[in-house]
């Protein structure tokens, strides 16, 4: 079984600062994909990132990158430049060679002005 | 931008009814999900569907559920009989191909059941 864990419920920054969001994960798989998603009040479900286990390089996309650390099963979310559409509940998620993803329990980031 | 469309975006049915809840992935996607998220908890997954047929799912995907793809549009997610406890936001999500291509989700479908 596969297992993702965040471990801030709720987080808070101020607008144009970085922000870091914690996620750790357990599985027994060599290859696999890790994602965070974003979801804002309205619920929907927002692809933000996405890292190939078998990359070394972080990925990034834009103003969101990544900390993948394989051998600590870790793997952070960095927001620079917070803007208040940020927002939102950041789910961590572990997609195996299966089809199914697994979350994590979510962080809730609010951006203050 | 393609998207996955859903439909109806609320939902409010009577405990023991049959509901379903309707779901256009991307065009040119050929793998489907349903996933739920009860209020404040984690978003868990039920079904991945591929080639007209279940190819995974949880479980809490029981006999009361069931997962159509009744033409070459739409997929669907059926709850026979609902209870109280399928209360819940209900996505689609679908993907080009398996094994890590990104699940694109759906803006969801709100369930009450009373």
């Known amino acids: 079984a596969q297992t993702v864990t965040q471990s801030q419920p709720e987080m808070s920054v101020q607008e144009a600062e970085t922000v870091t969001l914690s996620c750790t994960y357990d599985?027994?798989?060599?290859?696999?994909?890790l994602f965070w998603y974003k979801q804002p009040p309205s619920r929907q479900m927002i692809l933000v990132i996405r890292?190939?286990?078998?990359?070394?390089q972080n990925a990034t996309e834009n103003r969101f990158s990544v900390n993948f650390q394989k051998a600590a099963k870790s793997f952070s979310l960095k927001i620079s430049d917070s803007q208040l559409g940020d927002t939102a509940m950041y789910f961590c998620?572990?997609?195996?060679?299966?089809?199914?993803?697994?979350f994590g329990g979510g962080t809730r980031l609010m951006v203050k002005p | 931008e393609p998207e996955v469309t859903q439909t109806p975006s609320h939902q409010v049915t009577q405990m023991g009814q049959e509901v379903i809840l309707r779901c256009v992935p991307i065009?040119?996607?050929?793998?489907f999900y349903w996933y739920r998220q009860i209020l404040g908890q984690k978003v868990e997954f039920l079904v991945s569907?591929?080639?007209?047929?279940?190819?995974?799912k949880s479980e809490i995907f029981d006999d009361q559920f069931s997962v159509e793809r009744p033409d070459g549009s739409n997929f669907t997610l059926k709850i026979r009989s609902t209870k109280l406890e399928d209360s819940a936001m209900y996505f689609c999500?679908?993907?080009?191909?398996?094994?890590?291509?990104?699940?694109?989700f759906g803006p969801g479908t709100r369930l009450l059941v009373l």
């Open positions: 999500a679908s993907s080009e191909v398996q094994g890590g291509k990104t699940q694109y």
């Open positions: 599985t027994s798989e060599n290859n696999y994909y």
């Open positions: 890292q190939e286990a078998y990359k070394q």
């Open positions: 998620a572990l997609r195996n060679a299966g089809n199914m993803l697994t």
């Open positions: 065009s040119n996607h050929l793998y």
């Open positions: 569907f591929y080639n007209n047929e279940i190819s995974e």
